[in-house]
C-alpha cells in the first residue's frame, strides 16, 4: 500500500511553480504582435518546455531511487539523501526558469505582459 | 531502533510531505469541498484511532497529536498555496525585479520546509505510540488522509 499511496501521489500534473509560464505559449503566440518578438519569446517559451521537461524527468528518477530504497528498507540518511538532491536540483531549475522568465520579458511589452500573465490559466 | 515496519511508515509520510512541498495537483471532481474531505479523514481517522486503541492514556496522547498534526498539515497547505499564488502575482507585475522573486522564494521555501518538518516530526511521534497492528489497522484511514491533502492541494 505504501508504494501504491506513493506512486498515486507521484502522478499528478505539474510539481514545479514556474512551469505555468510554458504553458502560455498560445497566449504569448497570440499576443505578441511584432514577429520578431515573437518568435524570440517563443524560443524562450520552448527553453523554458525542454528545461521542464528534463527537471521532470529527474524528479521522477528521484523518486523511483526513493521507491527502491524504501522497498529494500534503507536506513533514514539514504532516503534523506535522496530528498535533498531532489530539492537542490528543484532549486537549480527554479533559478534557470527565472533567468529564462527575465529572458522573455526583454520580448514582451508591458502592455503585452498583462495579456498574457495577468489572466488566469 | 527503528522496526522495519516502522520505517516504512516513517518514511510513507516523509516522502508524502516531501511531494507535498513540491506539488501542485491535477483538478478533482468532488462535490465536497477539498477542505471538508480532509476535515472528515481526520474526523474519521480518529474515531477509528479510539476503536482501535485500547489503552485510555495513550488513546489520549494521539487524538492530541492528530490534533497538532491537522493543524500544522493545513498550514503547510496554506503556505503551499501562498507560494504559488504569491509567484503568480510577482510574475504578473511587469516590473518585478530579480531580487523580488529571490526574497520572495527564498522566505517562502524556507517557511515550507520548516512547515513539512513539523508535519513529519509529528506523524513520527503518532507511529511511535501505536502498534504494528494498530498502525495496520488504521492504514485505510491513513490513506484516506493523504488523498485528502491531495485535494486541497488540486484546489490551491
Redesign the interface.
Known amino acids: ?2 508504494i501504491a ?2 506512486l ?3 502522478g ?7 512551469d ?2 510554458e504553458e502560455k505559449q498560445d497566449l504569448v503566440a497570440a499576443v505578441v504582435m511584432d514577429d520578431a518578438r515573437k518568435k524570440s519569446s517563443l524560443v524562450i517559451i520552448k527553453k523554458m518546455t525542454s528545461r521542464a521537461k528534463e527537471f521532470h524527468k529527474q ?1 521522477g528518477a528521484s523518486k523511483k531511487q ?1 521507491k527502491k530504497l ?1 522497498e529494500k ?1 534503507a ?2 540518511d539514504a ?1 534523506d539523501n535522496v ?1 535533498s538532491t ?2 537542490e536540483q ?1 532549486k537549480q531549475y ?1 533559478t534557470v526558469m ?1 533567468d529564462l ?2 529572458e522573455l ?1 526583454e520580448h514582451v511589452t ?1 502592455k503585452e ?2 495579456k498574457i ?2 489572466t488566469s490559466k | 531502533m ?1 522496526t ?1 515496519r516502522y ?6 509520510f ?3 510531505a ?2 507535498l512541498v ?5 483538478s478533482s471532481g468532488d462535490k465536497q469541498s477539498p477542505q471538508d474531505i480532509q476535515a472528515k479523514a481526520f474526523n474519521d481517522f480518529k474515531s477509528q484511532l479510539t476503536l482501535i486503541v485500547k489503552n485510555k492514556p495513550r488513546e489520549d496522547a494521539l487524538l492530541v497529536i492528530v490534533d497538532e498534526l491537522e493543524v500544522d498539515v493545513n498550514q503547510l497547505l496554506s503556505e503551499l498555496s501562498k ?2 499564488q504569491g ?2 502575482k510577482i ?2 507585475n ?2 518585478s525585479t ?1 531580487e523580488e ?1 529571490t526574497v520572495f ?1 527564498r522566505a517562502i521555501n524556507n517557511n515550507i520546509q520548516q512547515q513539512s518538518k513539523k508535519v513529519t516530526t509529528k506523524y513520527r511521534r503518532l507511529q511511535k505510540l501505536l502498534t504494528n497492528t494498530e498502525q495496520n489497522k488504521l ?1 485505510k484511514y491513513n ?1 484516506d488522509l ?1 488523498k485528502s491533502f ?1 485535494n486541497l492541494l ?1 484546489a490551491a
Not at chain 2, 513540491?22 to 491535477?26: K, V
Open positions: 500500500m505504501l499511496i506513493y498515486y501521489l507521484s499528478g500534473g505539474s510539481f514545479a511553480i514556474l505555468f509560464i524528479r526513493a524504501i528498507n536506513d533514514v532516503i530528498i531532489n530539492f528543484y527554479n527565472l522568465r527575465f520579458k508591458e505582459w498583462q500573465f495577468l | 527503528l522495519t520505517i516504512k511508515r516513517y518514511y510513507f516523509a516522502v508524502l516531501i511531494t513540491m506539488a501542485g495537483c491535477s507560494r504559488k509567484f503568480e510574475n504578473a511587469y516590473h530579480r522573486f522564494f492504514n490513506s493523504i491531495v488540486k
